[in-house]
């Protein structure tokens, strides 16, 4: 299903696949593959729709641009790594990429944005922007501060539209994988409810509007083979960010982020990987949003349904690969929620499941494919580009 799809859609993307009925198969090994389009078409422009299966937002789907621009020596360099071996060029990152896309779901749920990276200096200075709007209906769940048990806590539905932007600019240290930098993220939302209390509550709160402003630092390290699927390497991830008045922001917190992925090939065909996460929000301002606390983002797992002051999560996966092309691979997920409230107000939730991937572009490394994953409370599908991290 997922090639007839990509298949129909480079069809009315490019007339050139009338005229030439090879240009979307690989001269390697004579399979679906979108490479050659993404390196010679003159935009670099590969559309990948998009299958929203999101238990907390219900199912949708949507359009995105993936654009990769690149130099002329960059497309023969590529080239010539695609003919030479079967990973293609798929570790030569593209210096720059933009992103353009809008997707909705049934309950209303929907979000348009662009976004933007480029780098410079053989991947000394690197810089990601992105930019858009969104309108997010959620369900919130609480349990008045431990108050309640896990089983019973208080759901509310609630209305989000927002209007976001974000940027990052990071410097590498010297010739390493090290990479250091600034943040900034900026939003203008609103929030409302269908029932009146919690409406009423919010607005007290919140008022009309509200506005989040923040700058932080980063800190990454990166040694992974692939950005898009990567088989051997780790990255090493912290973000420090403070929201602050004299920043433009209406709230006063902090938060941390650190997140860790490794990649270990176990022999040609089996490879292990692992992820683990921890965020935390710091700070007493009673004015947050409902989802600005940080939440347990496992697959199979409904966004928001575990929030927490801190949130820490940890993945396992085993990749099968049959061939460059086909994946197979089966994870398990576990994550747990604190507040500062006391160590009774404890949420934790178990995730497992399994999926595949195809390689669709093999120059540059981009897979695709779909997991079934489920939880204590729910199951879900997704359609993934990338490893599922």
Request: proline content about 3%.
């Amino acid at each position: 299903m997922i090639r007839k799809l990509l298949y129909c859609a480079l069809l009315m993307a490019s007339s050139q696949a009338v005229a030439d009925s090879s240009y979307f198969f690989d001269e390697q090994d004579g399979q679906l593959d979108l490479g050659r389009h993404l390196a010679e078409n003159a935009y670099g422009f590969l559309p990948i729709p998009v299958v929203i299966t999101e238990p907390a937002i219900g199912v949708g789907g949507g359009l995105v641009g993936l654009f990769l621009h690149e130099t002329e020596e960059e497309k023969a360099l590529r080239m010539q790594k695609a003919r030479e071996s079967i990973e293609g060029g798929a570790q030569l990152v593209p210096a720059a990429m933009t992103l353009v896309g809008a997707a909705g779901t049934e309950n209303g749920t929907w979000l348009a944005f662009a976004g933007h990276r480029h780098s410079w200096l053989k991947d000394s200075i690197r810089y990601t922007g992105i930019a858009g709007v969104a309108n997010a209906n959620l369900d919130i769940y609480t349990r008045l501060g431990g108050l309640l048990p896990p089983e019973h806590a208080i759901q509310f539905d609630t209305q989000t539209k927002a209007l976001f932007a974000l940027q990052k600019a990071q410097f590498r240290v010297a010739n390493t994988p090290l990479m250091l930098g600034v943040k900034q993220i900026w939003s203008e939302s609103s929030v409302s409810s269908s029932d009146p209390i919690v409406d009423w509550i919010l607005q007290n709160r919140l008022g009309d509007t509200s506005t989040t402003s923040g700058l932080g630092l980063v800190v990454e390290y990166d040694t992974r083979d692939n950005m898009f699927f990567p088989k051997k390497g780790y990255q090493l991830t912290s973000e420090y960010m403070v929201f602050d008045e004299h920043l433009g922001s209406d709230t006063n917190y902090q938060t941390l982020n650190v997140s860790g992925e490794v990649y270990v090939p176990m022999s040609d065909h089996w490879t292990f990987a692992a992820a683990a996460s921890f965020d935390a929000l710091y700070g007493d301002d009673n004015e947050l949003t409902p989802t600005a606390r940080p939440f347990v983002n496992l697959r199979g797992v409904s966004a928001f349904r575990y929030q927490g002051d801190k949130v820490a999560s940890v993945q396992s996966q085993v990749m099968y690969h049959f061939d460059h092309r086909w994946t197979v691979s089966g994870f398990y997920g576990y994550g747990q929620t604190a507040n500062d409230s006391g160590h009774d107000n404890q949420d934790s939730v178990n995730a497992y499941g399994v999926g595949f991937r195809y390689q669709i572009a093999r120059r540059y490394g981009i897979h695709m494919g779909v997991d079934l994953a489920r939880s204590g409370d729910d199951n879900a599908i997704y359609f993934k580009l990338g490893s599922g991290f």
